[in-house]
């Protein structure tokens, strides 16, 4: 029986290439398996794509209808999946976030670890298996790395990411610095977007004490050159709080170069956010020095707050 | 820092033995962990302590006024689990059943996998790590994983376990078939038992669609033995339905030689019960040949019947 294996919504490189190489992995393994998407590639994916000469994945939003059963790769939240997650049988996860808002009626196959990119535990479940990696996958999966730990700079990296990297950049024949930078700056084209898609490109919904609490990402190279369109993003996020009952938006302005995050917040309960990371906003606005991982810096904190 | 590591609530052999064994392991690779246990051993577990020569666990309910951190074996419900749970961080899970009920503010390590018994996951873990099982602890490993496979009968038991129980019979040097047989008759001495005792052992509580359901697995060699004592075990659970706010018990009496299993169904809704196994009940009772595994042939359809 045919299994469907995706990442989250709004796919980032790491949602698109590990679905991938785990759809690869588990059709040596003899399973029948295709990677798809939960939306289409992002820009730096597209240059990931074209670099490697590997088609975008086809594109669904539900599942039920085509199969029974699927595996999730980067993910596991049902709000970041298919509209119709509890309709079908979850066989096996790949993942590195926290686990919340996942239920199964049976024993599964999961295999989580606090490492930076989930191709980095694809990687490991490549070596338990003894199955190879062909070079263009180990060149999609280092691409996966490099964008999760923006080139093995943020706090998520840990040792096996970057030795996995290294890894994969020998099977690619990759020089993994050159390429990563290119990769990144692919990524934070912000000019050909509007708003409303910036706000919407990397962002993620998080259930916290009731409230639905919406974070988005943005990468750059300039943060002036994203808060010199501050109030068209305001703007932007009070138009899809209003529409999609969002409580809450934050909205990281990242910058890639020098690894801080200027956090613009919409919403409320806006002191949650003073609690969370011990600041006075001004103007909505936090300065977070060091500050580049939703997953880590930034969602756990929250969480924390709001529990208080 | 410190962490505790421990199964579930009402431990059974593979819960005291997984938490004995991970926290072995992990304290190899240079963690602090203690193993401790949710309850006192039961008559097998007891059995299996004294052949091995192991002491008990330390006997804990609640974490927080002890440490910061946890690791959960064989279990990650969080109504199994230390009464705190959600004051803790859980840092690593191991565990072969369904994911309910478990969330995280934070990204962990998890490795769940379909098979017969936590313990078998520990070994393999211990197999990536590298690190040797000295043959005590391969004994221990051993009579969990034919304790939940109830000797590799069980369909729960995959190829897996079998391998690596047999690959630990070696490493204990015991003659598994033989002690095996002695140590699941050990667990079904049921004379010495009161009803209130019984239905309590080997009893999980389960959320489902709003109601709490408790069920309980009662092994013998003679289900007459256990039905002569039907009106006290109605009782015992009436009892505790109305003491603890159960809404539908399932009393699993499991013959271990034969391997099926006579269900006793007090609370409501029963009708929920009559759909799950497709079959009438009968003066409350159902039998149900071929079943020997809560969580794999009575759990999952009865969630399913929930559901519709």
Redesign the interface.
Known sequence: MKELVFGHQNPDTDAIVAAKAYSYLQNKLGKDTEAVALGNPNEETKFVLAHFNEPAPRVISSAKAEVDAVMLVDHNEAQQSVSDLKDVTVTHVID???????????????????VGCSSTIVYKEFE?AGVEIPAKLAGLMLSAIISDTLLFKSPTTTKEDLKIGKQLAKIANVDYEKYGLEMLKAGTNLASKTEAELIEADAKSFDMAGKTVRVDQVNTVDLDDVFSREQAFRDAIENANEKNGYDLFLLMATNILDSNTRLLVVGEPQNVVEKAFNVKLVDNKIDLPGVVSR??QV??PL??AFKK
Do not use: D, G
């Not at 590195?96 to 606090?114: G, S, V």
């Open positions: 590195h976030h926290r686990i919340a808002n996942f239920e199964t009626a049976a024993p599964l196959y999961y295999h989580a670890e606090p338990s997953k880590k969602v756990p969480e924390e």
